[in-house]
């Protein structure tokens, strides 16, 4: 079965700082993987996702995120936070069970508080 | 990009009645539909996926006589919450994949559910 853990519940960094959020993956075949963001009481945006190719992935607002298959990690990153920043991430991992991208399995998330 | 909407945002419906959520695709053909609940401050969890014109695929522990799905045409999914109970009192997410952009998902905004 598949699974994503994000270690980290909360995470507190000053605005300006570099940000990085962990998650590992547990799938059986070649993942699909999301980073989404969520704003407390809305929807999820996504802010990027890898299926192949270059495993280094270029998301919206600035982020990054590498995929490491021999870690089983798609961290991601950002070089400077902004306090707009401050909300939920949600790590995600699915699959392509022949018809096109399943549903995903997403992980507990992780909240990032933004200090000034 | 393509929109996902759902409706309504907000509902709070009596215990035992039953509430309908829609999901709809705006601008695109949704052939596969997801449907996720979320807890306050929890992840989301894959409650069942529909192809348009087949019955919904549930995942195990989620009752498909409880939550009815129906996706009767290419543009529109919902969600029967029927005999609603407090416990039943979530925040609910649609997302859709079109035939054209098979691992591509756009997610709707969600439904608070607030059973009394």
């Known amino acids: 079965a598949q699974s994503v853990t994000q270690p980290d519940i909360h995470i507190t960094v000053s605005e300006g700082a570099s940000l990085e959020l962990r998650c590992n993956y547990s799938?059986?075949?070649?993942?699909?993987l999301f980073w989404y963001v969520q704003s407390p009481g809305q929807g999820l945006q996504l802010l990027l996702k890898y299926f192949s190719g270059d495993t280094l992935v270029q998301g919206i607002k600035g982020f990054e995120a590498e995929f490491k298959r021999s870690q089983s990690s798609f961290n991601l990153r950002k070089p400077s936070v902004h306090w707009s920043d401050a909300a939920e991430y949600f790590c995600a991992v699915g699959g392509d069970s022949g018809g096109g991208a399943d549903g995903l399995t997403f992980g507990k998330g992780t909240h990032l508080i933004i200090q000034p | 990009g393509a929109v996902v909407s759902q409706h309504p945002s907000r509902v709070i419906c009596k215990s035992g009645t039953s509430v309908k959520i829609e999901c709809r695709s705006l601008d695109f053909q949704a052939t596969t539909m997801f449907w996720y609940r979320q807890f306050p401050k929890q992840s989301l969890m894959l409650m069942a996926t529909?192809?348009?014109?087949?019955?919904?695929?549930?995942e195990q522990g989620v009752e498909k006589d409880k939550f009815l799905i129906n996706h009767a045409s290419l543009t529109l999914s919902t969600l029967t919450v029927t005999s609603a109970h407090p416990e039943d009192s979530s925040f609910y997410i649609c997302?859709?994949?079109?035939?054209?952009?098979?691992?591509?998902?756009?997610f709707g905004e969600g439904s608070w559910l607030t059973v009394v």
């Open positions: 529909s192809n348009e014109g087949s019955k919904a695929t549930y």
């Open positions: 799938y059986g075949a070649t993942p699909y």
């Open positions: 997302s859709a994949r079109t035939a054209g952009q098979r691992n591509t998902i756009y």
